[in-house]
């Protein structure tokens, strides 16, 4: 399946819910809308695309969004997916892929952490990296602590 047969098996299938879609060399990339966002995942899964390489976020402070960037890639295929999605900054809730890829778990736990993006139906969704108690989400670019203390050359 090449990168091309897959957007178009998702447009197919998902239509509007496909914002965006380019081909990179190997890799199809999308911007999905989120509301459909599972179940475009889970047809990934489905087609083939069964190991989760990372899941990270990304604080577009300009548009009061937080992106989370899925990368797949199949054991069996050489085409990668790349697949975008956006939430608000002020209720960045998305569905927890846990039950699709296991190594989900961690990931998840990280992006909520830092960014704090809720996985909804995540199985155990606290912090991973910081303390229970941390105030705020390092990660987004509007993040402050008193405790850190701008360098200034001497």
């Not at 969004?65 to 790349?82: A, F, R």
């Not at 105030?135 to 200034?152: A, C, I, M, N, S």
Request: glycine share 4%; net charge negative; hydrophobic share 40%.
């Amino acid at each position: 399946m090449t990168p091309d047969e897959v957007i178009e098996a998702v447009k197919s299938q998902f239509g509007d819910a496909v914002k965006a879609a380019e081909v990179k060399g190997v890799e199809a990339r999308m911007d999905i809308h989120r509301e459909k966002s599972y179940e475009i995942l889970t047809a990934l899964n489905g087609m083939g695309f069964d190991y989760l390489n990372c899941l990270s976020a990304v604080d577009r402070i300009a548009s009061a969004e937080l992106e989370v960037v899925y990368n797949l890639s199949s054991l069996s295929l050489s085409t990668k997916v790349l697949m975008r999605v956006r939430v608000p900054r002020e209720e960045p809730i998305i569905r927890s892929v846990v039950p699709l890829w296991a190594t989900a778990d961690w990931h998840e736990r990280e992006a909520f952490d830092m960014m704090g993006i809720r996985f909804d139906g995540h199985p155990d969704l606290r912090r991973i990296l910081l303390s229970e108690d941390w105030v705020g989400f390092p990660l987004r670019k509007d993040y402050q602590d008193e405790r850190l203390v701008p360098y200034e050359p001497v």
